[in-house]
């Protein structure tokens, strides 16, 4: 027990008085919340104890059913691990009166961290970059929709009326004003419940799609501090979409016909002086960030799975759709997988376009820094950068089906060493209970196209 920890509760307790209740929040393998709520009068006994969850947590699919491929359903007795709060998490939830919030992390009975917990997978990955005096600099920019939270089950979603017109939201214009407008009240509440929850959430921007939107987070030298930002800030986000009766999606393709929904990840690195390892004596940066471009695209065709974890997540992929389709990157340019943003120096940076915003966080972030750890060991050069348009470039190492990212992940010879084999296998079996489940299920387009012709 940390004195220090417990003091950290009752110091909350004697702020808020009027807190009754806590959620209790473990993020899964898909980065969704599973947890319990407690009475106030338990959150002492949490800190000094700790409390039991399943193992079968980090086995579950986005439904929350327990994949057994993965071993910790029947198979291990599901058995129970016991888990802590994480230091500096326990907040206000500003839109429910009298409840607080605590993340927490699941370790093994000697302490050490389960080995299922993508949380503690991305701390070991950090651990090595401290190697050698790196430090990670780290932002997430999440994409969603405001959709209709009308409509039975299996119905495509419908776009939100607009506050202003009454009609319902048939065009997106980036960097609309007047898109910000409509939904000003909305988001406020998201600022707000950041300020509140000390979530550093900066821009709001209108996409290019009808009531799709970004909400961009500050970097922070800490990649862990960063994904629990970024988790949480979906928290707030959806929270706040039901206040307004409206439902905020991350699902990263729900219309056919319009652009996805991103998960765009800006990084740097510090140094033992907290200079920007990247920042060159131009605007091409420094021989780091060409190993650390070339390190991250090594290990893009493995970590498809990861950028990319479900059935859904494929349909973003259409050239032009500001969706990247091969391992491309370049400088100042949006059609890229890893791009190098406009910048004064000190801001030299990697922006990685790739994911969806179903990527768990800690997983994705794992991965890029993974692969920036590996360039800077090896000191490989990368191709040239792209120029213009990046779509025209013909390379297919991608893979961009859910059947073809899962072979390459099971046959991956870089993450293993950062992830552990244990790690991996674990990810690739819950994935394959996932993908026989999705293939088992017949959907209603079999029936309109084979039912009666062939």
């Known amino acids: 027990m940390n004195t220090k920890f417990v003091e950290e509760a009752e ?17 899964d393998m898909n980065a969704v919340f599973r947890g319990k709520r407690i009475q106030r009068k338990k959150l002492i006994s949490i800190y000094k104890n700790g409390l039991y969850f399943p193992a079968s947590v980090f086995a579950m699919d986005v439904t929350g059913e327990t994949m057994e491929e993965t071993g910790l359903g029947f198979k291990s007795g599901d058995q129970d691990i016991p888990c802590y709060p994480v230091p500096g998490t326990l907040k206000v939830v500003p839109w429910q009166k009298e409840r607080g919030q605590l993340l927490l992390r699941m370790l093994e009975p000697d302490g050490s961290p389960f080995l299922g917990n993508p949380r503690e997978v991305l701390q070991s990955v950090c651990n090595k970059l401290s190697e050698f005096g790196w430090k990670a600099m780290v932002a997430v920019e999440i994409e969603f929709y405001l959709v209709d939270p009308k409509r039975r089950p299996g119905q495509p979603p419908r776009p939100v009326f607009s506050s202003l017109t009454g009609q319902r939201e048939t065009e997106g214009q980036l960097y609309s004003l007047s898109s910000l407008d409509t939904h000003e009240l909305f988001l406020k509440d998201i600022s707000e419940a950041a300020i509140i929850q000390n979530i550093p959430a900066d821009t709001a921007l209108a996409e290019l799609a009808p009531g799709q939107f970004e909400v961009n987070l500050h970097h922070v030298p800490d990649a862990v501090l960063a994904c629990d930002h970024a988790v949480l800030l979906k928290r707030i986000i959806r929270s706040a979409a039901q206040n307004h009766k409206v439902e905020a999606t991350f699902m990263p393709k729900p219309y056919p016909d319009q652009p996805g929904n991103g998960m765009h990840v800006h990084m740097s690195l510090l140094d033992k002086k907290g200079q920007n390892v990247f920042q060159g004596i131009d605007a091409s940066g420094s021989p780091e960030l060409k190993h650390a471009v070339e390190g991250i695209r090594s290990v893009m065709t493995e970590s498809m799975l990861v950028c990319a974890p479900h059935a859904n997540s494929y349909h973003r992929f259409q050239s032009g759709s500001y969706a990247p389709v091969n391992m491309s990157w370049g400088y100042n340019n949006r059609t890229v997988s890893l791009r190098i943003p406009a910048n004064n120096g000190p801001d030299m940076r990697i922006e990685h376009r790739l994911a969806g915003a179903d990527a768990n966080p800690y ?24 120029e213009g ?36 296998q674990l990810f690739s079996n819950l994935k394959l209970g996932e993908q026989t489940r999705f293939m088992n299920t017949i959907a209603p387009l079999e029936y309109d196209w084979y039912l009666k012709t062939v």
């Open 11 to 27: 110091s909350f307790l004697e702020q808020h008085p009027d807190i009754r209740e806590f959620d209790l929040l473990l993020p």
């Open 363 to 386: 997983l994705l972030v794992s991965t890029l820094l993974a692969g920036l750890h590996y360039g800077l060991i090896t000191k490989t050069e990368p191709p040239a950068p792209v």
């Open 389 to 424: 348009n990046a779509y025209l470039q013909t390379d297919t190492e991608l893979p961009l089906t859910w059947e073809q990212a899962k072979n390459h992940f099971d046959h991956a010879k870089i993450l293993p060493k950062y992830f552990g084999k244990e790690f991996c």
